[in-house]
């Protein structure tokens, strides 16, 4: 998540401006990039969304349920924030091998998660539980303390806000921004 911050303040300082695809392959290229770049993230982003549901439907499990969800909320927040940044990035840029290096650079970013995980050693407990999440309890099923109440249903509702938007938008139509940023956005008066 900081990388992505680092690559928004750097784009910031050079004059960032999106502009119009000059030719089809400019556009091809776009197009083909983001939605590459939704098949890379939108795994992370599922799986954020699962561990939202799990630590929030088992709170129990965990010794800070807070924590995990937040670590959850994070996975998926960032993964959508690269896929954005990423699109954003490449409505930038009129040259299609431009578009391919960039975006090459922008999947890495997006996966030093997983390089992080795969550096972790065989014996971690960590890797040893990370399997499938299988909910067995639901919201119906759950009793709730008074005290962990205002935790449960903000969490809740911060799930179901995420949850309702990735299903609406972004795991169908997300990639499709890369075709109507620049036709929306007034390239003279853009510039951050």
């Known amino acids: 998540m900081l990388i992505i911050l680092f690559m928004i303040i750097l784009n910031g300082l050079e004059g960032f401006a999106i502009v119009l695809p000059t030719d089809i392959a400019?556009?091809?290229?776009?197009?083909v990039c983001s939605i590459l770049m939704h098949l890379q993230v939108e795994g992370d982003m599922r799986q954020g969304l699962q561990m939202m549901k799990y630590s929030v439907n088992h709170p129990d499990s965990f010794s800070n349920p807070f924590y995990a969800f937040l670590v959850a909320l994070m996975q998926s927040v960032g993964g959508l924030a690269a896929e954005i940044v990423c699109i954003t990035f490449l409505c930038s840029l009129s040259n299609p091998i431009d578009i391919i290096i960039r975006f090459?650079?922008?999947?890495?970013?997006?996966?030093?998660?997983?390089?992080?995980?795969?550096?972790?050693?065989?014996?971690?407990?960590?890797?040893?539980?990370?399997?499938n999440l299988t909910i067995?309890?639901?919201?119906?099923?759950?009793?709730?303390?008074?005290?962990?109440?205002?935790?449960?249903?903000?969490?809740?509702?911060?799930?179901?806000?995420?949850?309702?938007?990735?299903?609406?938008?972004?795991?169908?139509?997300?990639?499709y921004l890369a075709l109507f940023i620049p036709q929306f956005c007034d390239v003279s008066k853009i510039t951050v």
């Open 26 to 31: 400019v556009l091809g290229a776009r197009f």
């Open 104 to 131: 090459v650079a922008f999947a890495s970013i997006g996966k030093i998660d997983n390089f992080y995980a795969a550096a972790l050693p065989d014996d971690n407990k960590i890797k040893k539980d990370s399997g």
């Open 136 to 175: 067995s309890n639901h919201r119906r099923d759950l009793e709730v303390e008074d005290g962990k109440k205002v935790s449960f249903y903000g969490g809740r509702f911060v799930y179901k806000t995420i949850r309702i938007a990735y299903a609406s938008f972004i795991f169908y139509f997300l990639p």
